[in-house]
């Protein structure tokens, strides 16, 4: 008789050290998920429970404690230091003990409705890439997220075809964030990018720490002694939470116009300098050198080269005219849903391998942050494949359809796979591989802030 399982996946949690802000959800929230699991696990009859963290658990790039240490010592710096690293991944596990003594612990204990003890598995992602790069990172991942072994490296993905499922962070597809995503998109034979290439420092390491990491450090310091500069700084830790990308300059306008002209010639300056010294670090000109084509007018390269081009000369009173154009250039920027795309691609890959040709039904991807689903295709025996993204456990700050203003929620997101002849948490005998996905949003402030 068949082994009943399950197979869950999380991603895009983010636990930060607490230093650029608290932004993901607390310890209840991961009770209530895991309590629901072993519910769900229950009903299913499951006799093995393996949840997958599919990147980005651990948030070791916005810190301010990479400020302390010169440059050459951060991760995109000439010396990076493994011991710094570490640091700072044990000051992101002090500020979220309490999550860490949950997720370490035994789950079967914790919550008696599960029928085993879940096994742990761990896919770094962008945002947690240094956890793969440095060995005394990875032997202290296993130990906060339960996970047997010691130094050997994480995997970067999942294949499991008796789930019809492969499974990966999906920051493979994004240029600004995956040094080797241009050549693995290109490269149609190749089923995964060579292993080194994930330890290599893309540019968005350095848009969330010496931009949107360093600019409410620098507008704090040009606000002292201001009324309200703590509130103001507070809401300039939350940058990195704008969709998309280039509304971050709509946002940064939205964020001062209600102050008097003293402030606002403050966070301006703030913002001017930050952007400049952003310019100033050697790895970002030996980045754009590489990937600045004449052919692509409006590719990542050149989306950052223009906003911190607009950031370098940011005058208020200037940029509230051209935030309609910022507006209509960021739609024009705006390519649609680039992960279904590759996801069909991935489809496409994987049925080149005869032994795996029509297996797989399911790819799943986190690092976008939108939770959801997209049909890819129907085969001609009727199989039905889909894209799955995880989302995240972090607040999406998300521009209004009218433009005036931003609207945050916090998120929360798990997905669950199973195989045919097993039980779904409803009750149903599954003649196919199936998954349930399942969504939430909180919504715990309204009005009377620009959050």
């Not at 959800?25 to 006799?47: I, N, T």
């Not at 005219?321 to 960021?330: E, I, K, N, S």
């Amino acid at each position: 008789m068949r082994l009943l399982t399950m197979l869950v996946f999380l991603s895009d949690i983010h636990l930060m050290d607490g230093t650029a802000g608290r932004h993901h959800l607390g310890v209840g929230a991961f009770e209530g998920v895991l309590s629901d699991l072993a519910y769900r696990a229950e009903r299913a009859h499951a006799k093995e429970v393996r949840v997958v963290f599919l990147g980005d658990i651990f948030e070791l790039v916005r810190s301010e404690l990479w400020f302390p240490v010169e440059r050459d010592l951060r991760p995109w710096g000439n010396r990076p230091s493994e011991q710094h690293a570490l640091r700072i991944l044990e000051a992101v596990v002090e500020h979220n003990l309490e999550t860490i003594e949950l997720l370490k612990g035994s789950w079967s204990e914790r919550f008696p409705r599960f029928p085993v003890e879940p096994e742990r598995i761990f896919i770094p992602g962008n945002h947690d890439r240094l956890c793969n790069l440095f060995p005394s990172l990875r032997r202290r991942v296993r130990q906060c997220l339960g996970i047997s072994g010691d130094l050997e490296p994480f995997p970067h993905y999942l294949l499991d075809p008796e789930y019809a499922a492969i499974a990966r962070h999906g920051h493979e597809w994004d240029t600004m964030n995956f040094e080797g995503a241009e050549a693995f998109q290109q490269d149609r034979e190749a089923f995964h990018p060579p292993p080194e290439e994930y330890l290599e420092v893309p540019i968005g390491d350095l848009l969330a720490a010496e931009f949107a990491t360093r600019l409410p450090v620098k507008v704090r310091e040009h606000l002292d002694g201001t009324q309200g500069a703590t509130r103001i700084y507070e809401n300039f830790r939350n940058l990195f939470d704008i969709r998309p990308f280039n509304a971050v300059v709509p946002w940064v306008s939205y964020q001062v116009k209600m102050y008097d002209e003293k402030v606002k010639e403050a966070i301006s300056r703030a913002v001017r300098e930050v952007a400049a010294e952003f310019n100033g670090i050697p790895f970002v000109s030996r980045w754009h050198r590489k990937h600045d084509k004449w052919y692509r007018p409006f590719d990542a390269c050149n989306q950052v080269a223009m906003t911190f081009q607009l950031l370098q000369s940011f005058q208020l009173n200037r940029f509230e005219r051209l935030v309609p154009t910022m507006g209509r250039l960021g739609r024009l920027m705006d390519q649609g849903d680039n992960y279904a795309t590759e996801a069909a691609r991935e489809f496409e890959r994987l049925d080149r391998d005869p032994e795996l040709r029509g297996r797989l039904l399911y790819v799943l991807y986190g690092h976008s942050h939108f939770p959801g689903q997209r049909a890819i295709e129907v085969g001609e025996d009727g199989a039905e494949r889909v894209y799955i993204n995880t989302g995240t456990w972090r607040p999406i700050y998300e521009q209004s359809q009218t433009q005036r203003g931003f609207v945050a929620w916090k998120n929360l997101t798990y997905t669950v796979l199973y195989r045919p002849g097993e039980r779904t948490s409803g009750g149903w005998e599954l003649k196919n591989p199936a998954f349930e996905t399942w969504t939430g949003a909180v919504k715990d402030f309204t009005g009377g802030s620009p959050l």
